[in-house]
């Protein structure tokens, strides 16, 4: 089976060299999601197999278009949000890296994080400052000088980040006119080491010099080893919780693999956390297109419905005797029968306010303990469509 990115834009020619050596899957994409960083697109990959008379199965175009349809609206509703444009197009500066198309994301990420403190050093030191352009050649460059120096670990998840995080912590010491390899990571480090299993390559003489001034030992064991046995505990967990293992236990595999993740997901967290980024992204583009504070507000509440205030109060978030509403983030989707918030009255009732219809928060007028009149606006829903 052969899996690669479009990336560097030698996939097709890569896909036909591999078929050729006899593969017989070819991991492949869609549109809109293909090409780019991604693999080839199915339609285009099955058109040369088959010019080459390859056996290759046909394609449910009905299927094919409803995915595509399917693929677009996720994009729009909320990935096409957190994507780097650069993430659409293939580049040929990949082909000296090595970097597969999935760090590009992490990478424009951690960039655009350092691009002003690196200029400051430069600034401080009369030289010219850099465009992220610039950085970015000098990242791959860097990359491809670290990786055969750290054995040429595999440029897969979670290693292409390890490779990545220490070029970018060299070139930002270099940057301030220090030596490399002064920043490396506990996760780096046990990998030259061998707990992650043995290196394909050869370290550099320098990183085992390193790693023996700081009294680091090698080992070459088994790396299951360098793991506790935890399944027992974590199907405890599972049904302390009352959580469904899933097919094939997938479910409990995903709290093993990713027990933080998994755990923010099925207390709401994680879903929070989203919304509340995509509502923050959302902004963003919206400033990035010309957009003031003042004409995004305006244009939320002219596609959403106030939720008013029906007496004189003050606004409560929680009322723990009545069963507890949670307070309200920006983007948190609400039911049409769900509690709101709760109205203190001047003669001493607490007071159920529902939304009235299922909907997104876009705007919290009102906060905690604040003093309202009647036909004040306490927050502004979007209504949200019935098949959301």
Known sequence: QYHGHSGPGLSMASILEVCENGADIIDVAMEPMSWGKVHPDVISVQAMLKDKGYDVPEINMKAYMKARAMTQKFIDDFLGYFMDSTNKQMSSLLLKCGLPGGMMGSMMADLKGVHAGINMILKSKNEPELSIDDLLVMLFDEVEYVWPKLGYPPLVTPFSQYVK????????????????????????????????????????????????????????????????????????????????????????????????QYRDYKSGVAKKRFEEDLQRAKDAAMVKNGYSE????????????????????????????????????????????????????????????????????????????????????IAYIERSNIFA
């Open 165 to 260: 995080n220490v070029a970018l912590m060299n070139l930002m010491q270099l940057v301030k006119g220090d030596e490399r390899w002064t920043m490396i990571d506990n996760h780096t480090w046990d990998m030259i080491l061998g707990k992650s299993g043995r290196l394909p390559g050869n370290l550099a003489p320098e990183i085992v010099e390193l790693a023996h001034s700081k009294g680091y030992e090698f080992i070459d064991t088994d790396p299951q080893e360098n793991y506790p046995d935890a399944l027992e505990d974590y199907k405890k967990e599972m049904d302390e919780n009352g959580w469904e293992y899933g097919p094939d236990d997938e479910e409990l595999f995903e709290l093993a693999m990713h027990d933080r």
């Open 294 to 377: 003042e004409e995004i507000k305006k244009l939320k509440r002219a596609k959403a419905d106030p939720i008013i205030a029906p007496d004189n109060g003050q606004i409560l978030w929680e009322v723990s005797v009545e069963g507890p509403s949670t307070a309200p983030f920006i983007g948190r989707k609400y039911q049409h029968d769900e509690v709101f918030c709760y109205l203190s009255t001047p003669w001493g009732e607490y007071e159920k306010i529902l939304t009235g219809f299922t909907g997104r928060v876009v705007e919290v007028c009102a906060q905690q303990g604040a003093t309202l009149n009647k036909g004040d606006v």
